[in-house]
């Protein structure tokens, strides 16, 4: 069941794919969870960078559980991503090319994975019955230019956005919910009878 890791989990989940998938084209080690604004100095190919977290609208009303006990339905989340591509090389044409051909792996590997669920899901998530959809979220350029503005010292770099959904944070509170002595249809017999 998943916990409060459960978002970290989730971009270990993402990052684990990402490594897997282009150890032929970048180190492992140089994709990363990671601020575009932190990058400076870092070995860097690319970032997958978790800027927004919101409660996801359609699940928000969902019906309390009962298993013996009420509990507090999940909070469902919605996670924001940016994927966004670097490289060392020096060459401005190069560089451009490099970018995207980094970009455009990972966007495959997304695609193709687009239900994240059973061995691809890393801590607490791992051997659950959690599926969680991989969406391209492509991000307006009044977006685009707001978030990179936001970051100093960096300039604009190819850049996708992504949404991993439903991110469900369980509860931990639980009440003992009162037990049904007598159903409605007996107490309607009883009633008619008398």
């Not at 800027?51 to 509990?71: C, D, R, T, V, W």
């Not at 507090?72 to 451009?96: E, F, N």
């Amino acid at each position: 069941m998943a916990t409060d890791t459960v978002i970290a989990d989730v971009g270990d989940s993402l990052l684990r794919l990402l490594r897997e998938g282009m150890s032929d084209l970048v180190q492992s080690s140089s994709i990363v969870l990671l601020s575009p604004a932190d990058v400076e100095g870092q070995n860097v190919s690319l970032t997958l960078f978790l800027y927004y977290i919101a409660e996801n609208p359609h699940l928000k009303n969902n019906q309390m559980g009962y298993s013996g006990y009420s509990e507090r339905p999940p909070l469902a989340l919605d996670l924001y991503y940016m994927l966004t591509a670097y490289t060392s090389v020096q060459d401005i044409g190069q560089k451009s090319l490099e970018e995207q051909r980094v970009l455009g792996r990972a966007m495959r590997l997304l695609n193709d994975n687009s239900l994240l669920h059973g061995s691809r899901l890393q801590g607490s998530l791992h051997g659950s019955d959690e599926v969680l959809r991989v969406t391209m979220n492509p991000l307006a350029l009044t977006e685009l230019t707001s978030i990179w503005h936001a970051i100093p010292k960096q300039h604009y770099r190819p850049s996708i956005g992504y949404v991993v959904s439903p991110v469900l944070l369980r509860s931990d509170a639980e009440t003992e919910g009162p037990r049904v002595r007598t159903s409605l249809l007996s107490v309607g017999q009883s009633e008619a009878q008398s």
